[in-house]
């Protein structure tokens, strides 16, 4: 799990309103499911290039569609989701367009 002081302190760096514990819940939630996501692809291209270690290449090798895909769903799973946290989600998918 990521410390949430270090994720507070990341959102705290891109505004100046206040954040509140929730929205530092959800957004760690939701950096844990990008994390299971791209590690099971990664593990993937590992497997796939016959190897029991996921180096970084295999990160770099995801297939952007299908975690950006992932990513948005994520985004759109709740309409209580802070906007903070949905700006951030939608950041992290057009970089990988």
């Known amino acids: 799990m990521?410390?949430?002081g270090t994720?507070?302190?990341i959102m705290k760096k891109h505004t100046d309103?206040?954040?509140s514990?929730?929205?530092v819940e959800e957004l760690s939630n939701i950096l844990e499911e990008i994390i299971v996501i791209t590690t099971k692809t990664a593990e993937e291209n590992a497997r796939a290039d016959n190897r029991k270690t996921i180096?970084?290449?295999d990160i770099k090798k995801c297939d952007k569609e299908r975690i950006r895909e992932k990513i948005i769903e994520l985004a759109n799973r709740t309409e209580k989701m802070n906007i903070l946290t949905r700006e951030f989600l939608n950041v992290i998918s057009s970089e990988l367009e």
């Open 21 to 23: 514990s929730e929205a």
């Open 2 to 4: 990521i410390p949430k």
């Open 17 to 19: 309103m206040n954040i």
């Open 55 to 57: 180096k970084a290449r």
């Open 7 to 9: 994720i507070k302190r």
